[in-house]
């Protein structure tokens, strides 16, 4: 059976549980391959905001490719893939993913989605926001990303932050139709 491959991203803005949720869900699906790509202050984050250690995140995903690797398959239109998700997004990494600045592949990565009109979810983590970062937003949008920043619902009655982050990371899967229960969905 071919696996679907998924480009999993994660920069470094706070929220890398975000990511790091995405990788530890999407392990639990035989059919789908994810390939990642973190950037090193990414690391520094997931250990201080998370108490995890780098090397086991990197161990979650099935293929690791690092950030200054611009030859990696992932940078190519010719690699195929499902699309890819920047969870957490920084306004760095939009910025560079707005203006095609491929000088990590990370973005790199984003910008062959992009190209290749496959799925971007970007899962932008900066609040508040200045009229530049409206911009950059409005303009990937135009490019064909999907922002889905993580702002939470509370239709599903969450009781603890992981009932939060599963809705975000839910909301994600939806748009890759993968199929799950990671909350409660709205039926009147």
């Known amino acids: 059976m071919q ?15 975000y ?16 390939h990642l790509v973190i ?14 250690e780098p090397e086991r995140v990197l161990a979650m995903a099935d293929v690791v490719h690092p950030i200054k690797n611009l030859g990696a398959a992932i940078s190519s239109g010719s690699f195929l893939t ?10 760095k990494s939009l910025s560079g993913i707005a203006n095609s600045y491929n000088d990590n592949l990370l973005v790199r990565a984003a910008d062959v989605c992009l190209k290749e009109r496959r799925k971007l979810i970007i899962v932008l983590r900066e609040t508040p926001l200045h009229l530049g970062h409206l911009e950059l937003m409005t303009r990937v949008t135009r490019y064909g990303a999907t922002l889905l920043p993580p702002m939470p619902s509370f ?14 990371v839910g909301k994600v899967l939806d748009n890759f139709g993968i199929g799950h229960s990671l909350f409660n969905r ?3």
């Open 82 to 91: 499902e699309g890819m998700i920047v969870a957490p997004c920084s306004i």
């Open 39 to 52: 950037s090193d202050i990414a690391k520094e984050i997931i250990l201080h905001e998370n108490g995890i």
């Open 19 to 34: 990511g790091v949720r995405l990788l530890e869900v999407l392990r639990e699906y035989a059919d789908i391959e994810t």
């Open 155 to 168: 239709y599903h009655k969450p009781e603890t932050i992981d009932d939060i982050i599963n809705q975000t």
């Open 3 to 17: 696996k679907r491959k998924i480009i999993i991203g994660i920069s470094g803005a706070s929220g890398t549980i």
């Open 186 to 188: 709205w039926s009147g």
